[in-house]
């Protein structure tokens, strides 16, 4: 499916009615027909993963600041056998069970009817130093109080140090991951989506699977670098599932239209170049404003199609394990 049609709050101005120098302000919110459905939901019947945690991680890559995560346990994980997994940016948001997501309500119905393989999920907040606030709903998502910026918009390796050298090796000490670069996901919005676009970028020996709602892919910290990066390089194997909406972050800043700051510009320019090299990429683009919206609604459909080939496909008539729903694992 390959359709052709940031959360980074508190860094530009959104503009929630207009999308462009002179067009006519809309009456009707951008975001009022996008809702979850029921793969977002908690689903009678559907047995509930665990959220362990938290557990936090001290940083060397960037010292004093500490990283505080969350590790989703799916009620069919077996410690013998090795688990995908998929790591979530600004994961205080993508874990909020009321919130515009609720990645783990997707991957309990997913994995249950056996849409995606049995995975682990993490979700990871940005790093901080222990006198600054945790990211939460009620205080937000780190930007101007965090590490936040720093480390998801910063086009260089840094931040996939933290992912690949200090997260992953914290998880192995207790979960049984998959080593398979193919079998690893990682994901976000707004910041957090170029942040995991940077670490799979930098790292495709670790992880392989991109998906990216409403991506900073802008001059922030010189985000909007990669579609020139992507053409000069050689192609990497990545696959990516790009989401944003016409009326995202528009780049009108102090009046004056810069397109180096226009969200859904710099998105369609990555899905181009990304296009164009050859990726395995998917892309949708909505009519929402800079939010997780559109992205909320349409995640369990990214999930299916970012893990698509992720298990043996088994035609046997009689092979009644694999045509039944994944069971609990005993553990």
């Not at 002179?22 to 047995?47: M, N, R, T």
């Not at 346990?73 to 009321?98: H, I, S, T």
């Not at 995606?116 to 990871?124: D, K, Q, S, T």
């Not at 909007?224 to 909406?245: A, N, Q």
Request: aromatic residues 10%; glycine residues 10%.
């Amino acid at each position: 499916m390959r359709s052709k049609v940031a959360y980074g709050f508190g860094i530009a101005t959104a503009l929630v009615a207009g999308v462009a120098i002179g067009q006519v302000a809309q009456k009707e919110s951008p975001d009022s027909h996008y809702h979850l459905g029921p793969d977002s939901l908690v689903e009678p019947g559907v047995p509930k993963g665990e959220i362990q945690g938290p557990f936090v991680i001290k940083s060397d890559v960037y010292p004093g600041t500490q990283h505080t995560y969350w590790v989703y346990v799916p009620a069919q994980y077996d410690p013998k056998k090795a688990a995908a997994l998929m790591v979530f940016q600004d994961g205080q948001a993508f874990k909020q069970e009321n919130g515009g997501v609720r990645a783990q309500n997707v991957m309990d119905n997913l994995i249950y009817r056996r849409e995606i393989p049995v995975m682990l999920g993490v979700f990871i907040n940005p790093g901080r130093t222990p006198e600054q606030d945790e990211p939460s709903p009620q205080r937000g998502w780190g930007d101007g109080f965090t590490n936040r910026g720093v480390e998801y918009n910063t086009p260089d390796d840094k931040y996939a140090k933290v992912i690949t050298e200090e997260l992953m090796p914290a998880l192995d000490k207790s979960y049984n991951i998959s080593k398979d670069p193919e079998m690893r996901g990682i994901g976000g919005a707004s910041s957090g989506a170029i942040a995991a676009f940077m670490v799979a970028w930098e790292r495709p020996n670790s992880f392989r699977k991109v998906l990216s709602i409403i991506g900073s892919f802008t001059n922030i910290r010189g985000g909007d670098v990669y579609p020139e990066r992507i053409m000069k390089s050689k192609k990497k194997p990545i696959r990516v599932f790009l989401c944003d909406g016409r009326n995202d972050n528009r780049g009108i800043r102090n009046g004056v239209y810069d397109p180096r700051w226009d969200w859904y510009l710099q998105n369609v320019r990555l899905q181009k170049a990304l296009t164009e090299k050859g990726y395995d990429l998917n892309y949708t683009w909505g009519m929402n404003s800079h939010g997780q919206s559109f992205g909320g609604q349409i995640m369990p459909e990214m999930m299916r199609w970012l893990w698509r080939d992720a298990t043996p496909i088994i035609t046997d008539p009689n092979d009644m394990v694999e045509r039944g729903f994944y069971q609990p694992a005993n553990r």
